[in-house]
Every structure is written in structure tokens, then in C-alpha cells.
């Protein structure tokens, strides 16, 4: 079993490796050519976790009207979670060009794949990311009274799974209990916690993956990204499910996802929607007529809501 996996995860990531190229479709979705992003500064390849490793770096732009500091979205790509070396793929031609636009720091990381760790690794490195950015803030002009978390695809799924874990260092779902900090750079010390999460079709209850159409596969991502199969461990894959952490006083969140979409189903945009409702999270959630993983995803509407969200969220907090 451990062969068949291993060999699915490297034919799985060379199939999104592939559609994540400019103008690509797959499982890192469209991305768009990044021709035109303008941008004052860019920071490149810088290690957030104090080791040599490429899957620990960052990239940090900054928006071209000159700002004293800069409130900041982390932006992390979508790949399955089977890519480590995404972040110069990570909608900087849409999502992140309309951040930078509205006058957002915009720091796109890499993290551990499946293939390098288990979760919760990639939860750790986003966590590490969003401390580093605390810590280092005056060398790159960062306003940390604001970070924002979003992300596609499985960056939507770490985007909201940060935001819905915020303030939380450790959880026990049934038989599973959970270390969602973890210990990764050298600022440990400082807080983790976000102010807003962006989600872009992530997928968000990981026990039913199967709740609408969507792709047919023997061994899917988060079974390789787990290690374990669902019907052996089920609250095994609740520790990996934003909805299992969410609760009255989580930050506000926005949510695209495509009604046609055939990788992450459109299902779970709406479960997403349904449970930050439940539990009385401010929310916004915008099913995408006709837009598929990625496709069609990307409108000026769309970003224009974005960017107005992440507006009304830093206000809110004046």
C-alpha cells in the first residue's frame, strides 16, 4: 500500500506540477501570467524557519503606492498539497496583483509537502510564516495590526484551517489529539493568530470529499497527506477539517468556490458556508456560476469582493 501511494502522490503531482504552469488548469488551478503585477519591492527566497531547506522560503512584494507600513495577506498556492516550491505560482497574476492594487503586502510561502512530511506539517510552516512576518515586520514595512490569510485550492484549506485555529496551540477530536502550533523558526514566542482568512475553493470537510461530483480517485490527496485511510482513522481526518475547529469568535472569512468545479466539489463551499452560520461566524460565501478549479474563478467582481472584505475587516477592528 505504501508503494501504490507513493508512486499515485508522484504521478499526481507531476500531472498539478504541470497545470500550474501560466494559463494551466488541474489541481493548481489557472494561473494567469504574472506580466503584469507591478510592485514597489520584492523580497525573494527568504528562509522563514532558520534552515537551508527551499520548501522554508518565502516571497514578500510590496504595492507600489509607498506606504509607511503595509497591512499584510499571506497567499498561499494550491497543489494538493503535493507541491514544496509553488510560492512563484501562487495567483500573483490575479489574486495577488488585486492585493497588491489595494495596497496589500502580499507574502506568498512555500511549505512541506505531503511527500516531505505528514500532516501537520504544512500547518506548522503557515503558522511559522505568519510568526516571522510578526517578528520581522519592521525590516519589510509590515503592518501586523492586519494579516489576513487566503489561498487556493489546498492554500484555501491551509488559509482557513490557520484562521479557524487561530489562538489554538493544541485540540483533541475524538481519539486525536492534535499539536496545530508546532514549533518550526525561531519565533516561537510571538503569536500566530490571523484577522481574516480568504478561501478560494478549499476544500474544508475532509471525511466528505465525496459530498458532490468530483474527481474519482483510489488513493486521494488527503489519504496521502494523512498517511492513514479514512474508514481506519475518521476523527483522524477531522483534526485535518477547518469546520472541526470553528467557533463564535473566529475571524470573518470569505468564500469563492465554482459551482462546476470537478476537483474540490462545490459541495464543500457550501458546507463551509452552512457551518460558519451554525456557529455564528461572520462570513461571506459567493458560489461561482459555472466556475471550475480555478476557471472562471478570477473576475473583477470576485476581487473586488475580496479586496472590499479585507477592507471591512481591518476597519472593523479600528
Same mark, same amino acid.
Given at each position: 500500500? +505504501?508503494?501504490?501511494?507513493?508512486? @499515485?502522490? =508522484?504521478?499526481?503531482?507531476?500531472?498539478?506540477?504541470?497545470?500550474?504552469?501560466?494559463?494551466? $488548469?488541474? @489541481?493548481?488551478?489557472?494561473?494567469?501570467?504574472?506580466?503584469?503585477?507591478?510592485?514597489?519591492?520584492?523580497?525573494?527566497?527568504?528562509?522563514?524557519?532558520?534552515?537551508?531547506?527551499?520548501?522554508?522560503?518565502?516571497?514578500?512584494?510590496?504595492? &507600489?503606492?509607498?506606504?509607511?507600513?503595509?497591512?499584510?495577506?499571506?497567499?498561499?498556492?494550491?497543489?494538493?498539497? $503535493?507541491?514544496?516550491?509553488?510560492?512563484?505560482?501562487?495567483?500573483?497574476?490575479?489574486?495577488?496583483?488585486?492585493?497588491?492594487?489595494? %495596497?496589500?503586502?502580499?507574502? /506568498?510561502?512555500?511549505?512541506?509537502?505531503?511527500?516531505?512530511?505528514?500532516?501537520?506539517?504544512?500547518?506548522?510552516?503557515? +503558522? *511559522?510564516?505568519?510568526? @516571522?512576518?510578526?517578528?520581522?515586520?519592521?525590516?519589510?514595512?509590515?503592518?501586523?495590526?492586519?494579516? *489576513? /490569510?487566503?489561498?487556493?485550492?489546498?492554500?484555501?484549506?491551509?488559509?482557513?484551517?490557520?484562521?479557524?485555529?487561530?489562538?489554538?496551540?493544541?485540540? /483533541?477530536?475524538?481519539?486525536?489529539?492534535?499539536?496545530?502550533?508546532?514549533?518550526? %523558526?525561531?519565533?516561537?514566542?510571538?503569536?500566530?493568530? =490571523?484577522?481574516?482568512? =480568504?478561501?478560494?475553493?478549499?476544500?474544508?470537510?475532509?471525511?466528505?470529499?465525496?459530498?458532490?461530483? %468530483?474527481?474519482?480517485?483510489?488513493?486521494?490527496?488527503? &489519504?496521502?497527506?494523512?498517511?492513514?485511510?479514512?474508514?481506519?482513522?475518521?476523527?483522524?481526518? +477531522?483534526?485535518?477539517?477547518?469546520?472541526?475547529?470553528?467557533?463564535?469568535?473566529?475571524?470573518?472569512?470569505?468564500?469563492?468556490?465554482?459551482?462546476?468545479?470537478?476537483?474540490?466539489? @462545490?459541495?464543500?463551499?457550501?458546507?463551509?458556508?452552512?457551518?460558519?452560520?451554525? +456557529? %455564528?461566524?461572520?462570513? &461571506?460565501?459567493?458560489?461561482?456560476?459555472?466556475?471550475?478549479?480555478?476557471?472562471? #474563478?478570477?473576475?473583477?467582481?470576485?476581487?473586488?469582493? #475580496?479586496?472590499?472584505?479585507?477592507?471591512?475587516?481591518?476597519?472593523?477592528?479600528?
Amino acid at each position: 500500500m +505504501k508503494k501504490l501511494i507513493l508512486s @499515485f502522490a =508522484v504521478a499526481l503531482f507531476a500531472i498539478s506540477a504541470n497545470a500550474q504552469m501560466p494559463g494551466g $488548469f488541474g @489541481f493548481g488551478g489557472q494561473q494567469i501570467s504574472a506580466e503584469d503585477m507591478h510592485y514597489s519591492k520584492k523580497f525573494s527566497d527568504i528562509n522563514y524557519a532558520a534552515d537551508n531547506d527551499a520548501f522554508h522560503t518565502l516571497d514578500i512584494y510590496l504595492p &507600489e503606492k509607498k506606504q509607511d507600513k503595509y497591512p499584510v495577506v499571506i497567499h498561499i498556492y494550491g497543489s494538493a498539497w $503535493f507541491s514544496n516550491s509553488s510560492k512563484g505560482m501562487a495567483d500573483l497574476g490575479t489574486i495577488c496583483t488585486a492585493l497588491l492594487k489595494a %495596497g496589500y503586502a502580499v507574502v /506568498t510561502p512555500n511549505h512541506r509537502s505531503s511527500m516531505d512530511a505528514k500532516y501537520p506539517a504544512q500547518i506548522h510552516d503557515i +503558522k *511559522a510564516v505568519i510568526r @516571522f512576518v510578526r517578528a520581522k515586520a519592521a525590516d519589510y514595512n509590515l503592518d501586523t495590526t492586519f494579516i *489576513a /490569510t487566503s489561498g487556493f485550492s489546498s492554500g484555501g484549506h491551509l488559509s482557513s484551517l490557520a484562521a479557524a485555529t487561530s489562538g489554538t496551540k493544541t485540540a /483533541t477530536i475524538g481519539t486525536e489529539t492534535i499539536d496545530l502550533e508546532g514549533s518550526v %523558526g525561531l519565533y516561537t514566542d510571538h503569536s500566530s493568530q =490571523v484577522n481574516a482568512a =480568504v478561501d478560494w475553493s478549499g476544500p474544508i470537510d475532509l471525511l466528505h470529499m465525496d459530498c458532490g461530483e %468530483g474527481m474519482k480517485m483510489d488513493v486521494s490527496p488527503e &489519504e496521502v497527506l494523512l498517511g492513514v485511510k479514512k474508514e481506519d482513522n475518521p476523527d483522524r481526518y +477531522k483534526t485535518l477539517s477547518p469546520i472541526s475547529y470553528l467557533d463564535a469568535d473566529d475571524v470573518p472569512f470569505i468564500v469563492f468556490h465554482g459551482t462546476v468545479d470537478n476537483v474540490v466539489p @462545490f459541495c464543500q463551499g457550501e458546507i463551509f458556508a452552512r457551518a460558519l452560520q451554525d +456557529k %455564528g461566524v461572520k462570513h &461571506e460565501f459567493y458560489p461561482v456560476e459555472g466556475g471550475g478549479h480555478g476557471f472562471n #474563478m478570477y473576475t473583477e467582481e470576485n476581487l473586488t469582493r #475580496m479586496v472590499t472584505f479585507l477592507n471591512n475587516a481591518r476597519e472593523a477592528q479600528k
